[in-house]
Structure formats: C-alpha cells, structure tokens
C-alpha cells in the first residue's frame, strides 16, 4: 500500500492542484513504512569486569540492588561504580546448587544430588552475605526450577516417584510452609520456570530432543498448552519483563554448539520474537536479572578467571514529528478559545450561568457531553489494554446500562430536575438534614478527586510520555493545567460545548487506528475476525455464577445499584441534566446518552482486540518494558503516520479532558454551594462565582497532586483501580438516596448509620479480597440500604412533607 501511495505522489507532482496533497500522503506512508522497518527494542551488549577465580560459579544474584557472584565457598559483590568485584564474607554453601532471583530477591536451590536439602533465602549488605533456610519441601525433588512474582515463591521439579510436583509460599515470611499447586500434564522435566501476567510459564522438555514446549498455570484456567518454542531454553534461565513479556535465551537444537539468540515471549498475544543486538555465548554459564535484561558468566579456556556480558533492553525514543505537534496545539488553543469565549460572553456574577450553564443547554448536547464525561481517557486507553489482555466481558455491562439509563430517564432525573437543584446533595438536605447532605457532598469531593481525577490524568499522561518522551511529570502538569485555564474560564458552558467537540476529535481518532490495524494485516477484515473469534477475543457474555469474576449476573446486579442507585448522587453526570431547559428535556439527555453508549463502547473495545490481532502478527513492534496499559499509546507513537500521531494524541486529551473538566466545575460546585453557601456570613452571587473559580484551580491543582503520586506506583490496570477505589468510597451515599428516593421511612440518623457502616464494612471485604473488585459498588450500597432502613426504624419517621422527594405518586409524609 506504502509503494502505491508513493508511485502516486511521483505521480502528482505533475499535477499542481493535486500535488501537495499527494505528496503528504505518500510521506505519511513512507514515514509509518520506515518507522516499522525499524526494530523497537534491540539489545545493548555490555561487559562487566573479570573476576579472578579457579573454581566455577553457583550463580549470580541481585539483592537489594547489590550484584552479587556466588561460589560454593567464596561471595563477591560489584562495586557501586561497576569497576571491580570487592570479596564478601561468606560462608561456606553446604551444596553446588542454583541461584534464583528477580532482581532484588534471592534463594539458593539445591543440586539434584542434595535434593532433601532445604532450599535458601540469601540476605546481603555491604560486608557479606549469609544464607536464611527456609521450611523443607514436602517432598524432595531434583531438577529443581524456581521463580519469583510479587509476593510468592514457586518450585517445579521432579520427585523421588518421577512425578512432577509445583510447590509455593509467601516470599515475606520464612516460616511459613509449603502448600501444593496442580502438577503439570505429561512430567516432563522442566527447563524454565517463570511467574508473569498473574501466571506460571513452564518450559518443559522435549523427549526426543527436539524443540521445548510451553506450558501455561493460571488458577481459573489450571495448566493449559502454550505451544511450541522456536528452540530449546537454556535451562534455569529466563526472567519477567514489563507486564507480560518473558525473555529467554533460546538454542537452536540442530546446533549443539551455537549460541542462544534472546528472544522475548509476549505472554498475551502468546507470540516470540528475536531481540537483535546480542547473543548468549553455547559456553556461558550463571545467568541472572540484569536491569531491563540479562547477565551471564563465562570462564575462560584455562579456568583461571571469569568474564561477564550483560544485555540490556533499550527503548527506542520515539519524537513527534512538527506537523503532529501542529495539530495538538490547534486543538489546545481550540479548547482555550471555547473557555475564553465563554468568559467574555457571559455574566460573571451569575452562579446559574457558572453551575449550570443557564439552564439553557438542549438536550442532544447535554446526552453527548454525558457521554464525554462517562468515557475518559479510562475508556481511550485502559479499555483498550484490557480487551487487549482479556476480551469483550465488560462490554456486557454497557449494554446492560442501557436498560437502567432507561428508568433513570423515565423516574430519577425529571425528580431532580424539577427542583431546580445546582448541587445534587441539596435533595439529601430537604430530604434528611444538612449534616447528610455535607457529609456526602465531602465524601463525593474524596472519591472524585482521589479515586477519579488521580486515574485520569495519570492515564494520558502516561500515554502521552510513551508517545512523545516527555515525562509523565510533565505530561500531567501540561494535562490539568490546560484543562484548568478553560475550565475556571467558562464554566459549564465551556465544559459542555468543549465535551461535544472532543467527542467528534476522540472517536474520530479511535477510528482511524482501528481502520489502520486492520488495513496492515495481510489478511485484512478476514484475519482479524477468524484470529479474534478462534481465540475468544470478543467474548462478552459470561452467564456463570462465579462472584469473583465480572459476569451478566454480576452487570444485572450492577447495574441496579451502579446506574439506577447511583446516577443521582453523581454530580459530574447530574450537572449536565439539570443544565437542560426542562425536566422533559433533561430526561431526553439520559436517552441521547443511552444511545451513543453501546457503540461508542464497542469502538473502545474494537481498539483492543485490533491490537491484539496486530502484535499477534508483528510480537517484535512491541516494548516488553512498557505496562499494558501503554499498549495503545505505544502503537500511536511507533505505528502511526506523521500527523495522524498528533491527531490521536488530541483525542487523548480530549478523553482525558471532557470528564476532567467536568469534575473540576462539578466539584468546585459541591465546595461552593455545600460549604461556602452554607457557612459563610458575608456571601453573593458574585462572591459565590469567583470562588469556585478560585475552587476550580485548587481542585484541578489537588488532582494533579494526587496523579503525580499514583505515577510513584507499578499499578496492573489502572481500570480495574478506578472501579476498586469508587466501590470502596462511593456506596454509602449512593445508598442514602436510595433511601430518600425509594422510601417514605427512613430518616437523617438511620441514614447517616448506615453510611458508616456500609463505608467500614466495604473496607473490611476489600482487606479479606472475599469477591472481585467489580462487586464492592453494589455491595457498599446495599448495606447501607439494608442498615441504614433497619436503623431508621429505631428513630422517628421524618414528619416533614416529602412531597416530590420520592417516586411515588402520593408523596405524602406517613
């Protein structure tokens, strides 16, 4: 396609009118050609010091940042400045076995000829190093393969009956003991043991003598066949890489004295790949964790030193071309303009205007910029990394949502449209007490800005340093500090009309990579499709009744507690109802809303299973240092053509954009009519207008904070911590309008109990993990409901009118 683009911009060159515009294409073309023609990640080759020794290495290990080469009766450390290997006090290894690590962590095995020996934990400081026994196995085994995640320390061999045997325990505590996993099919002797992606990847070996064989342990799936290796594992090597790549020294098994080439495996789309660059030496010996790569040994031909080689992963920088750079600064200014625009036009001294647009915003625009605020850039770049890690299972969900957007059109926000509110806790006041009212206002203020505004700005800040090397700091500081300027500027106007113009740049982006993906497969549409069903990649709907996974029983469930019980308490959503002319019209938002959901989540989720088809196809384009979550970002900055970058990358900002605008103005209103209104003495409109401008910064400037913190962490899926964070600090109130809209009986003490309680007893499920993440929403609100009711009847029933607080149609009081 790339040739025939570019024999035609030749072409165009003898023709005027039509010659620039030929001209940029083929070199968008060529330029995305010749970036992929360019390998990702090679391999950087180095040499460490020679150490002098008469007698072979155990292995080598990293402690504590400490690089440590062990013998059996003699330790060494590298120096800080890796000139020299500086002699340790160590003693004596009771055994010759093995040493295995991750890096920062240790253990000593045992040989096959001391096989009831204990296997070590090694400790090491500065002066030396020292052997820590942990519990005995259950049983003896011998071609012992070990392998580190997290927490838990994994053993595969063989037994004294030729059984295969897994063995684990927590890697923290050294005295507790060994408990059994499901041995492997067929025992094997094992090669390479490796813990990655929450699984085990055993390399086992072929009888015959011919290449290895992958086998794959997870526990919901148990041992399942990885296929075949393009080679055979040097055995006792292989070490963790990012997220889910595994990098391995393979041999060519026709070539007994050959080296290994690297190659790296991608434990998803279950692809190799060769790092070019470097190569482990048929003699080597030790090989351990190096950083971003591999370390090994190497005695020399008359035995009287040791030579070292490493090989290191190095990340290609990819930089934005200027016409990239052009377009995101269009779209900048654009969004700046749109709040600047706002700010001249309208009456600053009007908290309506500022809060809530005037109430003048028709319905279309509302039900487009709910859905801007709905799909963040969570949805841009964490759905997609997890369709790409999993499938379409929480797809489900949008589609169930769409039945409880329904009732919450017909019942919920033409209630709450009709009284005029600015600030959805209001009803919580005219319903209860202002006590209720404030304290779910504060804690919708926590969850907003900690669990929500910290996971969106992160998201894009993240794919925007993988794309253009500037940092994440920098990347979040530009992020919200733009986002600032136009919304303090605007206000919900601004925030509204800017949503409607990134929703058109954001899904107009996301198409075009989805078309882009499939165009570059040699198959086509046919490849992706046949690939993605073959595999289970657009599986959606999972009617199992297991609670600790996301299944239609669990959405249904979800769905009545996240959308319909939920929707109300949601300022950032609510917002844009009541800015609407009419009840009428705020409850046609909730349909436009309904209407754009299902196939704006398919697109997001499309995003994801078209990369995994694509890295299926090309493994060696992909970054093995980079977290999952930078999977659609990577292929942005490494696969796309010159302008088109910057024009996904202003859909970044966009998704990031419209929902963070909205909680910036949402919760500057909480503050502003929740706490100023109420507690400040000398008070107007005007006064009320500019702080929450002044709110909106701090807001935006917390956010920032918050993101800038969460960076300081290796987080698996940011998605899955955004649902985990929200369920953990956003029942309890959710649960309390439930009771205020549902029934005439509860009242501001039951509720207020059972905000507490719903809050302290979420968190106790979450520290004992008793069901997924997914779950802890609904469980938070329906305890409160059930606790909060129950507690209510110990206390009065409310005596005030509750005329149009409730969905019944006689709203008197009891």
């Known amino acids: 396609m790339s040739q025939f683009l570019w024999a035609l911009a030749r072409a165009g060159r003898t023709i005027r009118a039509r010659g620039l515009v030929a001209l940029l294409c083929a070199g968008l073309m060529l330029t995305a050609a010749t970036a992929q023609a360019e390998p990702l990640t090679p391999l950087q080759a180095g040499t460490l010091p020679s150490l002098q020794n008469a007698s072979p290495l155990i292995g080598l290990a990293t402690v504590d940042g400490r690089t440590l080469a062990i013998g059996r009766d003699r330790a060494w450390r590298l120096d800080n400045d890796r ?99 499901p041995a492997w099919p067929g025992g094997a002797a094992p090669r390479s043991l490796i813990a990655q992606t929450r699984a085990l990847f055993l390399i086992v070996a072929d009888p015959r003598g011919g290449a290895d064989r992958m086998l794959r342990w997870s526990a ?19 070490r963790a890489t990012g997220q889910a790549h595994v990098l391995y020294p393979v041999a060519d098994p026709a070539l007994a004295h050959a080296a290994a080439k690297l190659m790296i495996y991608q434990t998803i789309t279950g692809s190799w ?13 030790a090989t351990a964790h190096w950083p971003d790569g591999l370390v090994w040994a190497q005695a020399s031909a008359d035995g009287a030193h040791t030579a070292f080689a490493t090989a290191q992963v190095q990340s290609s920088k990819l930089r ?141 800040a993240l794919g925007i340093a993988t794309i253009t090397g500037i940092s994440v700091f920098w990347s979040v500081i ?19 009309w800017t949503d409607f113009v990134q929703v058109i740049v954001k899904m107009g982006g996301a198409l075009f990579a989805i078309g882009f993906m499939i165009w570059h497969l040699r198959g086509g549409f046919g490849e992706y499709w046949s690939t993605a069903m073959s595999l289970g990649k657009m599986h959606t709907f999972d009617f ?141 409109a005007k006064k009320s207008v500019f702080f929450a401008e002044i709110m909106t910064v701090v807001v935006g400037l917390i956010g920032i904070a918050t993101a ?51 809050i302290a007893l979420t968190l106790v499920i979450w520290t004992l993990q008793m069901v997924h993440p997914y779950y802890y929403l609904a469980i938070s609100i329906l305890l409160c409901i059930v606790i909060g009711y129950a507690a209510s009847l110990f206390f009065p029933a409310p005596r005030q009118s509750l005329k149009g607080l409730t969905i019944y149609r006689d709203r008197a009081s009891d």
């Open 220 to 238: 919901d799936k148990a041992w399942t066949d990885a296929g075949r290796v393009p080679g055979q594992v040097v055995p006792g090597t292989g």
């Open 478 to 496: 530009l992020m919200g500090g733009f986002t600032i300027v136009y919304t303090a500027m605007g206000g919900m106007k601004a925030v509204i």
């Open 273 to 285: 790949a060769t790092l070019p660059g470097a190569e482990r030496p048929a003699g080597a010996g």
């Open 544 to 684: 199992s009744f297991d609670m600790t996974k996301a299944t239609v029983w669990g959405f249904i469930f979800l769905v009545v507690f996240e959308v319909v019980l939920t929707f109300p308490k949601d300022q950032v959503l609510m917002q844009r109802t009541l800015s609407t002319k009419s009840d009428k019209e705020a409850g046609r938002s909730i349909w436009a809303f309904a209407a754009i959901t299902i196939p704006g989540g398919i697109i997001f989720y499309t995003i994801g299973t078209s990369l995994f088809v694509y890295y299926k196809n090309n493994p060696e384009r992909m970054n093995p240092l980079l977290p999952i979550d930078a999977t659609f970002p990577m292929f942005i900055a490494a696969e796309l053509p010159v302008g088109v970058t910057g024009l996904i990358i202003a859909g970044i900002f966009a998704a990031a954009m419209a929902t963070l605008s909205g909680i910036m103005n949402s919760v500057a209103t909480l503050i502003s009519v929740d706490f100023y209104e109420k507690l400040a003495k000398d008070r107007s």
């Open 320 to 460: 934005l071309h200027w016409l990239d750079w052009v377009v995101i600064v269009v779209y900048l200014v654009g969004m700046i303009g749109i709040g600047l625009f706002f700010y001249l036009r309208e009456k600053r001294g009007s908290t309506s205007s500022f809060f809530v647009g005037g109430r003048s915003i028709p319905f279309w625009a509302a039900g487009v910029s709910l859905y801007a605020a709905n799909t963040s850039s969570i949805s841009f770049i964490a759905i997609p990394a997890k369709a790409f890690e999993t499938n379409w299972q929480y797809l489900a969900n949008n589609i169930v949502a769409v039945f409880g957007l329904m009732f919450v059109a017909v019942w919920i926000v033409p209630l709450l449209r009709r009284l005029d509110l600015m600030s959805v806790f209001s009803y919580l006041e005219t319903r209860f007490h202002p006590a209720i009212r404030m304290l779910a206002s504060a804690l919708c203020i926590v969850v907003q800005i900690g669990s929500r505004m910290s996971v969106i700005l992160f998201l894009p």
């Open 83 to 181: 000139h020299a290997w500086l002699p340790l006090q160590w003693s004596a290894a009771p055994w010759a076995g093995a040493v295995v690590g991750d890096g920062t962590r240790a253990y000593l095995l045992p040989s096959d000829a001391d096989a009831s020996v204990a296997i070590a934990r090694i400790d090491a400081d500065d002066s030396g190093a020292r052997l820590r026994p942990l519990p005995s196995l259950p049983a003896p085994l011998s071609q012992l393969r070990a392998s580190l995640s997290d927490d838990t320390l994994y053993i595969a061999g063989i037994g004294a009956d030729g059984k295969a045997h897994v063995f684990q325990r927590p890697s923290a505590d050294a005295g507790i003991a060994w408990t059994s996993l």
């Open 708 to 758: 800038l913190l969460l960076s300081k962490f290796n987080v698996h899926s940011l998605f899955d911590l955004s649902i985990e964070l929200a369920g953990l600090l956003g029942g309890g109130f959710a649960g309390a309008y439930t009771l205020g809209m549902f029934t005439r009986r509860a009242n501001w003490q039951g509720v207020a109990i059972g905000i507490a309680a719903s």
